[in-house]
Nanobody, 125 residues
Framework: EVQLVESGGGLVQAGGSLRLSCVTS????????IGWFRQAPGKEREGVSC????????YYADSVKGRFTISSDNAKNTVYLQMDTLKPMDTAVYYC??????????????????WGQGTQVTVSS
């Protein structure tokens, strides 16, 4: 059974940091692209960042470049999203997802096959 489980969300003040984790199981982790997405109330889902496990290439949305860092730990089948200098506009439910196809950039996620349940991130001003 394929599973992606996010954790690490919470409430933080503007300027603070959080690290999200996406623990995966049930598929060949090293062959997939893993993406992070977010959705705020009343807004469309947007891509935040993604990493190609095959070659380690990474992509970021313009809104998070320089503030967020995506990384992976092969031994733990886990992808992380380090979020620094958080802003109230970052408030959303954050999801991780897996795609068998290589990521060529940040998208809204239609091509991703498996999704986690999400973790809430709230940034207060």
């Amino acid at each position: 059974e394929v599973q992606l489980v996010e954790s690490g969300g919470g409430l933080v003040q503007a300027g603070g940091s959080l690290r999200l984790s996406c623990v995966t199981s049930g598929f060949a982790f090293e062959s997939y692209a893993i993406g992070w997405f977010r959705q705020a109330p009343g807004k469309e889902r947007e891509g935040v960042s993604c990493i190609n496990r095959r070659d380690g290439s990474t992509y970021y949305a313009d809104s998070v470049k320089g503030r967020f860092t995506i990384s992976s730990d092969n031994a733990k089948n886990t992808v992380y999203l380090q979020m620094d200098t958080l802003k109230p506009m970052d408030t959303a439910v954050y999801y991780c997802a897996a795609s068998i196809y290589p990521a060529l950039g940040v998208t809204t996620g239609q091509e991703y096959d498996y999704w986690g349940q999400g973790t809430q991130v709230t940034v207060s001003s």
